[in-house]
C-alpha cells in the first residue's frame, strides 16, 4: 500500500517537470526572460513564417520581394521539396516559357477560375436548398436580402463562361504550339478529361436556378438520352438515370446539384494534380522553333537561362491573379447580368430553348442529322479522336512551317464550329410560324405583355388593325404601333403594299414560298386584328386574330390562328 502511494507522489513532480518542459522551456516564455519580450515576439514571428512557407524567413522573403540575391544554401528551394502546395510547381523554369508566347498564361488562369468558381461556390452554397419547390425562391432571396448575394453570383457565372472559354483556349494553344507530341501525350489526354468535366460543370449548374431557361435547356439537352439504342432498354434507363422521374423534378435536381457541386469538382481536382505532376515532370515545352527537330530539352536548363519561381513567377501569377479578379469584378458589376427567368415550369414550353452558348454546337448539330446518330456516333467518336490524336500523329517536328496541314485542319475546324454554334441560335432553323412569333411578342405564354399591359379602362372594346391610332388613348395606340412593327418582322408584302417588308421568293418543286429578310417564313398577304371585347363583369377578353391566304390554293387559308389572353380590371398589369 506504500509502494502505491509512493508511486502517486512520484507521479505528481514528473507531471509538473512535463508541463514545465513542454510550456516554459524553450517556449516562448523562456525565450520572452532571456531576450526580452520584443526580440522575443520577432524571432516567434520569424520561426512561425519559416513554417508556413517550409523554408523561408522573414528576411528571406524580404530578399525575394525586393529581387535580392538569395542566401546559400538557396531558401526558395526549400518550399518546392517541403512544401503542401509549391511541390506541384518547378522551382525554375526555362526563360523563354516565363514570357507571354507561348504559353499565354492559359493554364495558370484555368488554375485560377477553378479556386474562384469553389470559393464564389461555396458562398452559394450556403443560401441555397436544391428542391423544386424553394430553389427558385433561393435564388431571389440571394438577389434580394443577401449582402452581396447578386454579386456573388453573376461573379460565379461569370466565371464559369470564362473558365470554359479559357480551357479551350489553353487547349487549342497546346494544339497549335505542338505541345501534345511525345513525350507529352498523356499530359494531353489528361488536358481533355478537365476540359470535359469543365464542360458538364458548368452545364450541370445550369439547373440549379430552376428557371424556365435552365429547366427547359437541360430539359432538351437530355433528352438525347432516351434515344439511346435500344431506347426501350437502354433508353429508359438512362433516362431515368439522368432525370431522377420521367419528368425533372425534385430527384433530378438533387442529382445534378450533388453532381455540380461534389462528383465534378472532386474528379477535376483529381485529375487537376494528376495534369500539374504531368507538367512538372516534362517541363514547360518550349517555343516550337527553339528546339531541334524531334528534341525535348525542357528539362535541361542551363544555369544561364532559368527564372526562378520564387520570386520572378509567383509575383508574376499574383499580378495575373489581381487583373483576372479586376475584369472578373468589373464586368460582373458594369457588362454582365446572370440571366433569371421565371420559375420553371414543366406545362409551358418556351417559345425558343437555347442551350448555353458553349454548348450550342451540339444544337446545331441535331437540326442536321438524327439525335441518335450525333449524341451515340459522331460526338463521341469525336470526343476519341481528340484523346488519341497525340498516340497517332506522331510527327517529330513541332515547327508551324512543317505542320501546316494539322494547323489549316484545326482551323477549318474552329471555322466549323462558329458556324455550328450559329446554327443553334434561333436565328437558323428554329423559328416558329410567324402568327406565333407575333402573338409571343405581343402576348407571350409568360411573362409582361405588352398589350395586356395596356389600362383596364384604355382597353375599349372593338376590332382594331396594326398600327391604328386611337385617338385619346395613348396606350392602346403604343401597343398597336408595336404590333405593326412586329407584323412588318413576320410578314411580307405580294399583293399590294400593305406590309412595310418586301418579299423575296424562292422556287420549290411543290411551288412558290415566300420569304423576308428577318424570319425563315413570312406570312403573304395577312390580315391581322386586335379584337377586345367584354367578356363578364372587370374581365375582358383580348384576342389576336391572323389571316392569311394560301397563293398556291386558292380560296384555302395558309394562317387561321387566334392567340386569347384574359385581361382582369384588378391584374395591375400596368404596374409591372
Sequence with gaps: MATDVDQVKGIVPRFMGFLNRMFVEGTFI??????????????????????????????????????????????RL????????????????????????????????????????TVTGIFLMIFYTPRPGVAYSDIWNMLTNVPLGQLMRELHRLGAEVMVLIVALHMLRTFITGSYKYPRQFTWFTGMLLLVFTLVLSFSGYLLPWDQLSYWAVTVAVSAAEAAPPADIVGKNVNLLVRGAPTFGPGGLLRWYLLHVLVLPLLLGIFFFVHYYKVVLHGHSLPPGREEIGEDTAKRVPQTERTYFTPDILTSELMWTALATLILVAGSLWFYSAPLERQANPLVTPLHVVAPWYLAWSQGWLKLADKVFIAFIFIPALATAFFVMPYFEVGKSRRYANRRIGLSVSMFFIAFMLVSNWMGSPEY???????????????????????????????????YNPGQEVEGNIHLTLALEEFEAAMNRHSCNVTGDRWA????????????????SFTAEAMPDPVATLIIEQEQHNLKRVTLHFEAADLENPGELLVDFDRVAYRHAESNYEEE
Design 30 to 75: 523562456e525565450q520572452a526572460r532571456e531576450m526580452g519580450l520584443k526580440q522575443a515576439t520577432i524571432a516567434k514571428l520569424d520561426e512561425s513564417v519559416e513554417r508556413l512557407t517550409a523554408g523561408m524567413n522573414i528576411g528571406d522573403v524580404r530578399a525575394a520581394l525586393r529581387g535580392d540575391e538569395p542566401r546559400r544554401p538557396n531558401p
Design 78 to 117: 526549400r518550399p518546392h521539396a517541403d512544401g503542401f502546395w509549391f511541390h506541384i510547381r518547378p522551382s525554375f523554369y526555362h526563360t523563354e516559357v516565363t514570357h507571354i508566347y507561348p504559353t499565354f498564361r492559359l493554364g495558370w488562369l484555368s488554375t485560377f477560375l477553378f479556386v474562384w468558381e
Design 429 to 463: 432553323r428554329v423559328e416558329s410560324s410567324p402568327e406565333q412569333e407575333v402573338s409571343q411578342e405581343l402576348i407571350p405564354q409568360e411573362g409582361p405583355s405588352r398589350i395586356l399591359e395596356v389600362p383596364y379602362e384604355d382597353l375599349v372594346e372593338g376590332t
Design 501 to 516: 417588308e418586301d418579299c423575296r421568293t424562292e422556287e420549290l418543286e411543290s411551288g412558290v414560298r415566300y420569304y423576308n
